[in-house]
């Protein structure tokens, strides 16, 4: 008996806190300082040079390394030259094509389909990386400058300036 009033003793030292315990106090949360920064290039840069090959990028949340599903927003410039359509297969997220795609004037919605099976759930700063080759057709603008380029992934958003060389 006394064996047990020992055990029961000791247990609730360890899993009673003492009267004069100190409260915890709550850590301020831990954000990326650079999430929405947003960055844009032309290659060729030239102005009026079609086709060109346009990467666009963005800091984001990433679950697991990868784009989470939903749907992404281009705006490209209303300068920029865009043909009737673009080919789905000539646009890449992180390197892999969008499960779909849509294109309104000079907005392209692309949409990114939920992982098969299961992830992992760790959502970490990241970074999307969106690649459209010269087979869309782009073209950049005809007078040389500084063009707005923006992209709303998820609940962030970022504008970058596409330079354009004379």
């Known amino acids: 008996m006394r064996t047990c009033a020992a055990a029961v003793a000791a247990a ?5 806190p003492a009267a004069g315990a100190a409260t915890p106090v709550p850590i ?3 954000t990326p300082g650079d999430e929405g920064a947003t960055t ?3 290659a060729p840069a030239g102005a009026a040079a079609q086709p060109v090959q346009l990467t666009v990028t963005i800091k984001t949340e990433l679950q697991c390394g990868r784009i989470r599903a939903g749907s992404i927003l281009v705006t490209l410039p209303s300068a920029m030259r865009l043909g009737a359509s673009i080919p789905r297969d000539s646009v ?3 390197g892999a094509a969008p499960a ?3 294109v309104t004037g000079h907005i392209v919605a692309l949409k990114v389909a939920p992982k098969p099976g299961i992830i992992c759930d760790v959502i970490g700063p990241g970074v999307i990386r969106i690649v459209f080759a010269r087979s869309a057709g782009l073209g950049n603008p005809m007078d040389a400058g500084s063009y707005a380029v923006t992209v709303h ?3 962030v958003s ?3 300036h596409l330079s354009i060389t004379a």
């Open 12 to 16: 609730a030292a360890v899993f009673v």
């Open 158 to 160: 970022g504008t970058a």
């Open 153 to 155: 992934s998820g609940t």
């Open 28 to 30: 301020a949360p831990i």
């Open 100 to 102: 779909s795609m849509a």
């Open 40 to 42: 844009a290039v032309s």
């Open 92 to 94: 890449t997220l992180n």
